[in-house]
T-cell receptor, first 110, second 113 residues
Framework: GEDVEQSLFLSVREGDSSVINCTYT??????LYWYKQEPGAGLQLLTY?????DMKQDQRLTVLLNKKDKHLSLRIADTQTGDSAIYFC??????????FGKGTSLLVTP | DVKVTQSSRYLVKRTGEKVFLECVQD?????MFWYRQDPGLGLRLIYF???????EKGDIPEGYSVSREKKERFSLILESASTNQTSMYLC????????????FGPGTRLTVT
């Protein structure tokens, strides 16, 4: 399938902003998603963006999409210890399944 | 509130046993998926189903089979469990074709000894 790439780890201090990056290769993507997985749990949809949008903001979360470079980012403002989790980027197109990245482990330190 | 449930959170089985993992969704979704998740490898798609009795192989179907007799239920079967099938198994469902979001169950941690 098409590739979705993310860095594996990110560490930030509590109160700072976190930026998690993702690149994808499928130019026919229609939706791009960010999922959060807390330890021992399933994936929970955090937010999504349509491929014809550049930005979406939802409280502390900001999603930026650069369609030309096929680059997606998730910014978490005022990061808290409860934000420590694995974050997955995923892209969807005309098919049935989503293509997931391997996930970025975010560690928030006090 | 949408819900995907999995029959067990934790399961321990012996090598060679036949293992059934069950998943149920209450959203009348067309598509259902089985993934396994291993450290450093992310999510890998095992099988998915886009309709009752219909199934498609994912990226790693070897050693697994699936069954979808009813729209709300999707079962993953390990015909003869092996230690390399020790993993976290995640079930998901989605509305239909077209890149729709997937809703995930809580996962089953399977250990094969």
């Amino acid at each position: 399938g098409e590739d979705v790439e993310q860095s594996l780890f990110l560490s930030v201090r509590e109160g700072d902003s976190s930026v998690i990056n993702c690149t994808y290769t499928d130019s026919s993507s229609t939706y791009l998603y960010w999922y959060k997985q807390e330890p021992g749990a399933g994936l929970q949809l955090l937010t999504y963006i349509f491929s014809n949008m550049d930005m979406k903001q939802d409280q502390r979360l900001t999603v930026l999409l650069n369609k030309k470079d096929k680059h997606l980012s998730l910014r978490i403002a005022d990061t808290q210890t409860g934000d420590s989790a694995i974050y997955f980027c995923a892209e969807g197109n005309s098919g049935y399944a989503l293509n997931f990245g391997k996930g970025t482990s975010l560690l928030v330190t006090p | 509130d949408v819900k995907v449930t999995q029959s067990s959170r934790y399961l321990v089985k012996r090598t060679g046993e036949k293992v059934f993992l069950e998943c149920v969704q209450d959203m009348d979704h067309e598509n259902m998926f089985w993934y396994r998740q291993d450290p450093g490898l992310g999510l890998r798609l095992i099988y998915f189903s886009y309709d009752v009795k219909m199934k498609e192989k994912g990226d790693i179907p070897e050693g697994y089979s699936v069954s979808r007799e009813k729209k709300e239920r999707f079962s993953l079967i390990l015909e003869s469990a092996s230690t390399n099938q020790t993993s976290m198994y995640l079930c998901a469902s989605s509305l239909g074709q077209g890149g729709y979001e997937q809703y995930f169950g809580p996962g089953t941690r399977l250990t094969v000894t």
